[in-house]
């Protein structure tokens, strides 16, 4: 195939294996994945996504979307094909009066929450800051803000995309309304977003970070923190982990490498009320670390970027609870136990509050009756961990099944096949395949969690 004929402007770059970049061009963050994408189109404006749209088409190569790349099972990229990369596209404009926000889809977290910030502004997202926007909304998103603002896709209210047949859309409520419903959950499935519209919240700084206990004490502070958490309003969100302490500042080094359970907080409300807030927290254990406090919204969603770099082993696996049952704590404490290093961990986030305001029918992100998604991430900072980390992994995945609702959050899956896809959009499945019958019936956008056409 001659991928010269796809760029026909010098911005546009389009990359090959022979292509100075390229091997950097093909990594994602998860360096488990080695895939090698016949071509790689840098995209640099909707324009060149629709050439690279139509120029796969007519050509019948298969391909793959990438935003930020951080997707674990590594569906940024397809051995062969060709990859559309929106890693340039970093346009975000804040419309301060009206508390919205126009972002192209290569932006990354960090990047939107240093924009909004500087108007005081902040939009539901993730808890890693070089996590893609893209995906990430596509997908739900959930993180610190979600009990008080809902998920990602809550807070979307338009996108721009480029749709197989090469056409550019948007999508909103009164435009494509079917597109819009479907694009808020339903993955890569429909189309090439180049932006997206958020509304924002007013937050500017919280009281927030982590507070740990000794892993002696996580069924007590599993009950605690449940009930407390059932019983607060939605200014208060946080996410119970167990973990390794990592052997570096500023975790104090009598703790360093001490397996723990622990709450990551944040509490949105007004400030001078989060001393009272916290003082039964306080309270309870006493904490063997606390370092909540007041912090500004970016600081907290880019604590744990360092300890996260690119170029990580990466395997994860998602569940959804309703409860925490006592046998489902049990399993936690005895795979907490087993945590084989400092990167190595598990949480379960909130998605109550806010979340609970939309009903599963009225997106196709269809998992609103459960109180958190749990994710379970073995790291490893070298290939020679991969084995450990990923048997880890599955094996607790596995203790938990039988506990868990069914399916799991799409951007927390492996390639774990179409039944959990199906499980995972339960009673939504079947309208979602049906609207992509109608924007994609020949299943040109499959390197993702597919839903497929009728
Ligand atoms: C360290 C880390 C932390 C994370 N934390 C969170 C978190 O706090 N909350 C949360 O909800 N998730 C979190 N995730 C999961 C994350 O949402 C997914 O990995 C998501 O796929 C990342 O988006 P991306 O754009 O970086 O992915 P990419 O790997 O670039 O893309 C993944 C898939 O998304 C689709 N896609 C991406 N962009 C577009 C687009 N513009 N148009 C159409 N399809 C597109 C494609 O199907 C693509 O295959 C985290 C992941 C990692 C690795």
């Known amino acids: 195939m001659n991928y010269e004929n796809l ?82 596209m970093k346009g975000i404009a804040i419309d301060v009066a009206a508390k919205t926000a126009q972002i192209q889809s290569g932006c990354l977290l960090k990047e939107v929450d240093a924009a909004t910030h500087e108007h005081g502004l902040a939009l539901p997202s993730g808890i890693i800051g070089s996590t893609g926007i893209g995906g990430l909304t596509l997908g739900g998103g959930m993180g610190y803000l979600s009990r008080k603002g809902g998920l990602t896709i809550d807070n979307l209210l338009e996108c721009k995309v480029v749709l197989a047949s090469g056409e550019l859309v948007t999508a909103n409520k009164d435009s494509h309304p079917d597109l819009f419903w479907a694009l808020r959950g339903g993955g890569g499935n429909f189309g090439v977003v180049t932006s997206f519209k958020f509304k924002l919240l007013s937050i500017k700084n919280v009281y927030a970070g982590p507070m740990f206990w000794p892993i002696e004490k996580a069924k007590e502070a599993m009950r605690f923190y449940d009930t407390l958490t059932k019983n607060s309003s939605n200014d208060l969100y946080g996410f119970f982990a167990f973990l390794m302490v990592p052997p570096a500042a500023p975790f104090p080094e009598h703790l360093w490498n001490q397996k723990v359970c622990g709450v990551v907080w944040n509490y949105t409300g007004p400030i001078e009320e989060a001393e009272k807030i916290f003082k039964p927290i306080r309270e309870f254990g006493p904490p063997i670390l606390d370092f909540v406090g007041e912090i500004p919204m970016p600081a907290l969603n880019s604590m744990f ?54 009903s599963n029918r009225d997106t196709a992100w269809a998992n609103r009756d459960a109180r958190w998604a749990q994710v379970i991430v073995g790291v490893a900072p070298e290939p020679e961990g991969a084995e450990e980390i990923t048997n880890w992994c599955k094996n607790f995945y596995n203790a938990l099944t039988p506990h868990a609702m069914g399916g799991a ?24 395949s049906s609207i992509k019958s109608k924007y994609d019936p020949d299943n040109f956008f499959h390197i993702n969690q597919n839903i497929r056409p009728k």
């Open 7 to 88: 760029s026909d402007s010098s911005v546009f770059e389009v990359l090959t294996p022979k292509s100075k970049g390229y091997d950097d061009a093909r990594a994602v963050y998860n360096a488990m994945i080695d895939k090698r994408p016949a071509a790689i189109a840098i995209c640099q404006s909707e324009t060149d996504v629709v050439k690279a749209v139509n120029f796969a088409r007519e050509n019948d190569i298969e391909i793959a979307i990438r935003g930020g790349g951080h997707n674990g099972a590594g569906l940024a990229l397809v051995d062969d094909g060709l990859v559309i990369d929106l890693s340039k």
């Open 409 to 432: 959050y799409v951007n927390f899956m492996m390639e774990e096949g179409d039944a959990k896809v199906k499980a995972s959009y339960k009673g939504n499945y079947e309208r979602l």
């Open 305 to 358: 970027d360092g300890l996260y770099p690119p170029g990580l082993q990466w395997y994860w696996r998602g569940h959804y609870f309703k409860e925490l049952t006592d046998e489902a704590i049990d399993i936690n404490i005895e795979f907490g136990n087993e945590i084989p290093n400092f990167h190595t961990t598990s949480h379960l986030y909130p998605i109550d509050g806010a979340v609970h305001d939309v």
